[in-house]
């Protein structure tokens, strides 16, 4: 029988857990003798969390595009109930927030998840402000949140890319953040329009669908 060493070990841990998954050392038999192997299994908590987002995902993914077509539709001007479409999509993201940070208790801390949840919710409420004031304070307010969802949403996908399908969701926050960025400048122009930020919800939902359909594997492991 092989008996591993020090070294072999910390390298067993190190790997297994860089890798999101949990390193077992098997002992397999081999005539008379035993050879010590090694096999993962999924770390605890990550195919239950990776299912509950996927579910996530696919929901926010369907709600951003049915918004999306739907503002369009009405948005020409900043009528009551514009306004009103623009204040649900942050709430909307609030309750999102709030199933994540649930989901994903059990594979680290959503102390992120929940500064998104009062982001979410001043951007609420200030868009229902600016609403009064006009379309260039709707944009600030927009703009301004977009830019600080997105480099949460950045930051959580970075933490938590070895369980997969995170990369379109860095993506996606970094564009959140550019986004965000030109919206606060478009404020300024002679003729502001709400067009770019309607248009911003369909990138987001793409990057959802992807990272939904990429976290499958994950969800599926033992």
Request: hydrophobic share 55%; net charge positive.
């Amino acid at each position: 029988m092989r008996v591993t060493t020090l070294a072999e070990r910390q390298n067993v841990r190190s790997t297994g857990w860089c890798s999101g998954r949990v390193p077992l050392l098997v002992a397999v038999p081999l005539g008379n003798t035993e050879r010590m192997t090694m096999t993962t299994v999924a770390a605890p908590g990550i195919p239950t969390t990776a299912a509950a987002l996927r579910r996530l995902y696919f929901v926010r993914f369907a709600f951003a595009i049915v918004w999306a077509g739907v503002t369009f539709a009405i948005a020409g001007d900043l009528n009551p109930l514009a306004r009103t479409l623009f204040v649900i999509y942050p709430l909307f993201d609030v309750a999102a927030a709030v199933i994540d940070a649930r989901a994903s208790r059990a594979t680290g801390s959503p102390t992120l998840l929940y500064v998104n949840i009062a982001v979410s919710l001043l951007a609420a409420i200030g868009l229902a402000v600016a609403g009064t004031s006009g379309i260039p304070a709707m944009l600030q307010v927009w703009g301004a949140w977009a830019i600080v969802a997105g480099l949460v949403q950045l930051i959580v996908g970075v933490t938590r890319r070895t369980m997969g399908g995170q990369w379109p969701m860095i993506i996606s926050g970094g564009l959140s953040v550019l986004a965000g960025g030109s919206f606060v400048a478009a404020a300024a122009a002679d003729n502001p329009a709400l067009t770019n930020a309607i248009g911003y919800a369909i990138p987001g939902a793409i990057f959802f669908l992807i990272s939904a359909v990429r976290l499958g594997r994950a969800a599926k492991a033992d």
